[in-house]
């Protein structure tokens, strides 16, 4: 082969390769940081964070929508690459799964949750509370010794209350503000949920992908993408998001 064959074929090769097809993962829509109308395309914070992100590396990334509590066994068992559902860290979830640094810290005054009566006059706490599977405000409610009673959606949960089988719910505000009868649901106080921050989850199985996916966020994070994300969907930035990694993350 003529030697400037060669040379043409070498620089044109790497251009030529597929991009490798990542399977990304969400649950219920999370505005501002997962937007969706049950199906893909998704935006949002974490859509935009993860549309960067897949593009810096030249990965082709396909979203899928599926339950949350079904998104970290399928990261576990290598049918899903990435997952983001405004994730908080834990030491219990980073035990499962690799959760990278935090790209978002928790709120200064501490994230919390809200319980949700169709009786004002219930103490919510006094008895059964439909929760979301696998969240921090089941991980909450197990803390205070609440009675969980968990739920694959919120909106199951929901429709659980409003039936009148299960006196309370808790969980997201956004959650309760895109559920069809939310008039007939009222606010019956709050309890904190605990995190390091929010999150990014990457299967376990893939210990090089969960390293590059530190990386790119490392880069986000330098070149100001991430600052410029959390000011347009939140209005508030973090100056030096990748900051967070070395901060203390044993929440369990």
């Known amino acids: 082969m003529p030697r400037f064959l060669a040379l043409v074929l070498a620089v044109i090769a790497p251009l030529c390769a597929k991009a490798e097809t ?9 505005p501002p940081m997962i937007i ?12 935009d964070l993860l549309a960067a992100l897949c593009a810096r590396a030249g990965w082709d990334c396909q979203w899928q929508i599926m339950p949350f509590d079904a998104i970290f066994v399928a990261l576990e068992a290598g049918e899903i690459d990435i997952a983001a559902n405004s994730l908080g860290y834990t030491a219990a979830r980073a035990a499962r799964v690799h959760m990278t640094c935090p790209y ?49 959606d919120d909106h199951t949960a929901l429709d659980a209350v409003v039936a009148g089988d ?11 503000e895109s559920y069809p009868d939310r008039g007939l649901l009222a606010a019956s106080g709050a309890m904190a949920i605990e995190s390091g921050g929010t999150s990014i989850a990457v299967t376990p199985l893939r210990p090089d992908l969960a390293a590059e996916v530190d990386a790119q966020l490392a880069n986000l994070s330098r070149d100001g993408t991430i600052t410029r994300l959390t000011t347009l969907w939140t209005g508030t930035g973090v100056d030096d998001p990748i900051a967070l990694c070395d901060i203390g993350l044993p929440i369990s």
């Open 104 to 152: 978002r810290p928790s709120s200064s005054d501490g994230a919390q949750g809200t319980f949700y009566v169709l009786d004002p006059s219930h103490d919510p706490r006094s008895g059964p509370i439909a929760v979301l599977r696998e969240t921090l405000h089941a991980t909450a409610l197990a803390r205070a010794g609440l009675e969980a009673r968990p739920f694959s």
């Open 22 to 30: 990542l399977r990304l993962a969400t649950s219920a829509a999370y």
């Open 166 to 176: 299960i006196p309370a719910y808790f969980g997201a505000d956004p959650a309760v």
């Open 36 to 47: 969706h109308n049950g199906a893909p395309p998704v935006s949002g914070l974490e859509g």
